[in-house]
C-alpha cells in the first residue's frame, strides 16, 4: 500500500469532474429551453437553425409588408366606393337636369350639389396611406417573401381629374345595317394620340351614343364645362359620368385582385412560417421530459461521486493502523 498517490481518488474526482459537467449542462437546457447551449453541443445543428432564424425573420417581415399593402388597397377601395356613390349621385343629377319641364334656374340648383359631388371626387387625388400618395399613377413595389421576390401594386391614376377626365369620340366608318344613325364611339383615351381609330375601339372598352349634337359637344372638349346648368351641358356631362362608372368599376376589380392574390400569399407565408418554426423547434428546443431525467440521473452521479471521493481520499489514512 502506498500514500504518495492515490489513484482512485483521481480517477474518482474526474469522473466526479464529467458528472458535474453534465449536470451544467443539463440545469442550462433546461433553464433557457434550448438543447444547444455551446456550439459544441451541435455545431452543423446551430448553423442550420441560424440560417432557419434568419429566414423566418425575413418572413415575418414580408409578412408585414403584405399585411401594410393589403390596407393600402383596402383604402384605395373604399375611396373608390363612396366615389363610386358619389358619380352615381351625378349621374341622377344629370337625368334630372335634362327634364325638359325644369328651368335654367332649377338645374342651377341641381349644378351646385353636382359641383360639390365632382370637387369631392376630384379631391381624391390628394388622399395619402402613411404619406404614402394613394392616387398617384405610379406602381409601388413590395417584397412578398424570404427570398426578395417583388410585386407590383398596379398604378391607379387620378391625377388632373382622369376619373372625370373629358371624353373623346371616335366616329365609325360606316353605319349599322338598316340603320342610317351614325355609330359614335365615346372612349377617355385621347384620339388624337392614336393614328387608327379602329384600334383603340377595338381594344379599349367604350361606350356608344348615336346623338349627332351629343357626340358634337363631346368633341370640342374645351367647352365642356361638365356642369348641369343646361340640358346640353347634362346630357354632355351624363356621357363623361358614364364613363367614370366604368373606371371606377374597372379599378376596383383591379384592386379586388390585387387583394385576393395578397391574402393567398399571406396564407402561404404563414404556413411556411409556420413549418420551419417546427423544423427550428426540432434542433433547437429541448425536450423537458427527457432533460428533466437526465437532469435527475446526473444529479444522482454528481452526489454519489462526490461521497465516492471522499471514501477514496480517506483509503490512504489505513495506513496509519500498520503504523501503531
Known amino acids: 500500500m502506498v500514500i504518495n498517490s492515490n489513484n482512485v481518488a483521481e480517477k474518482t474526482a474526474s469522473n466526479l469532474a464529467v458528472s458535474n459537467r453534465a449536470l451544467s449542462s443539463s440545469l442550462f437546457r433546461l433553464s433557457s429551453g434550448s438543447k444547444i447551449v455551446n456550439p459544441s453541443d451541435d455545431a452543423a445543428g446551430l448553423a442550420v437553425s441560424s440560417r432557419i432564424d434568419s429566414k423566418l425573420k425575413r418572413i415575418n417581415a414580408s409578412l408585414d409588408n403584405i399585411g401594410n399593402a393589403i390596407s393600402f388597397t383596402q383604402t384605395q377601395d373604399g375611396f373608390l366606393q363612396t366615389a363610386n356613390k358619389a358619380v352615381a349621385r351625378m349621374g341622377e343629377l344629370s337625368l334630372r337636369a335634362q327634364d325638359a319641364t325644369k328651368s335654367n334656374k332649377d338645374r342651377e340648383l341641381y349644378d351646385k350639389e353636382f359641383q360639390q359631388l365632382k370637387d369631392f371626387v376630384l379631391n381624391l387625388e390628394t388622399k395619402e396611406f402613411n404619406e404614402v400618395p394613394l392616387f398617384s399613377g405610379i406602381d409601388i413595389k413590395l417584397t412578398i417573401d424570404s427570398t426578395g421576390t417583388e410585386f407590383t401594386l398596379p398604378a391607379i391614376n387620378l391625377y388632373r381629374g382622369q376619373l372625370l377626365a373629358p371624353v373623346s369620340v371616335l366616329k365609325s366608318d360606316g353605319t349599322n345595317a338598316g340603320n342610317t344613325s351614325t355609330d359614335y364611339y365615346v372612349d377617355a383615351v385621347d384620339a388624337a394620340a392614336h393614328e387608327n381609330a379602329d384600334e383603340i375601339i377595338a381594344n379599349v372598352e367604350h361606350l356608344q351614343i348615336k346623338d349627332d349634337a351629343t357626340a358634337s359637344a363631346l368633341a370640342d372638349t374645351q367647352s365642356n364645362h361638365f356642369n348641369l346648368k343646361t340640358a346640353h351641358d347634362a346630357r354632355v356631362a351624363l356621357v363623361s359620368l358614364k364613363a367614370a362608372i366604368s373606371r371606377i368599376a ?23 412560417k409556420e413549418n420551419m418554426g417546427e423544423a427550428k423547434s426540432r434542433i433547437t428546443d429541448v425536450n423537458v421530459a427527457e432533460e428533466a431525467t437526465n437532469f435527475a440521473r446526473f444529479q444522482i452521479l454528481a452526489q454519489s461521486g462526490t461521497s465516492m471521493l471522499s471514501q477514496a481520499n480517506a483509503m490512504p489514512k489505513t495506513v496509519l493502523q500498520l503504523l501503531t
Not at 391574402?263 to 407565408?269: E, R
Open 250 to 272: 374597372e379599378h376596383r376589380a383591379k384592386l379586388g385582385a390585387i387583394e385576393s392574390r395578397l391574402s393567398f400569399t399571406n396564407s402561404q407565408l404563414t404556413s411556411t
